[in-house]
């Protein structure tokens, strides 16, 4: 048996385990997948991911509010993700944890299929705890030619704009005071922060700051039809939802995991609905 996990708040209604357990049954082998919820465990993060390790878990998926946390507990060889300072999944192997971002190639492979061949342009990113940082990489790796950090945290926006432009790709990199004002004249919204989530709700952007952009993507997927999303399809945004990116990092996931081929179609048909 394969013993995966994911550490999070709030994740009741997280489809991890239906995309992991069937994805070892389209394979052949047997996965048991576990929701950890630090409060629920009477544990802190730290005691849960060592409760995993323990006993046997072959690696984790980290989710909110812990994954920049999580690069402390393990070793990170790629540079891109040590760029990013953040973790969402995490191997197991004999000579320690090894830690990956398959949010950061998760919302690559997700943009690309919803709007192959169009421009990311000016994006407002609204969020820069860890999801926001993997996407805000994705966002470099796209081609963006400008990106407004915001988030209630102006240190966390700063940090994350100096990152990005670190990377010298000639992009526009700065932090905006509101997300209002960092959605005027973007081609591109994004939600990286939890509202919308189940058990939290809200939306980071009103509709009427919306009007004008071409795309918007919302991290959040339980629900998969959040409030930013509803607003975005109202203003005439093409929409990316948060499922196609837990879709994306999940098949990437999968492969840190256990290297196994996987039916993606298949996987995608076993889980929908």
Known sequence: MIRLGLIGDNIAASKAPLLHETAGRLAGVDVRYDRL???DMGLGFDGVFDHARESGFRGLNVTYPYKERAT?????SDPLVQA???VNTVRFDADGPQGFNTDYSGFMRAYRAARAGQDVGR????????????VG????????TDIRCVD????????????LAAQ???ARIHVAPSAEGAAKDADGIINCTPLGMEGIGGTPLPEAAMRGASWAFDAVYTPVHTPFLQSAKRAGLDIISGYELFFGQGID????????PLDTAALRAAISG
Request: charge should be positive; include cysteine.
């Open 72 to 76: 402390a507990r393990v070793h990170v």
């Open 37 to 39: 919820v630090p409060k």
């Open 84 to 86: 990013i300072g953040a």
């Open 168 to 170: 010298e790709t000639g």
């Open 137 to 144: 990489f994705a966002l470099i790796g796209l081609g963006a």
């Open 152 to 163: 209630t945290d102006t240190d966390k926006a700063t940090t994350l704009a100096r990152s």
């Open 253 to 260: 996931a999968w492969e840190v995991f256990t290297g196994l």
């Open 123 to 134: 994006v407002c990113l609204i969020g820069a705890g860890g999801v926001g940082k993997a």
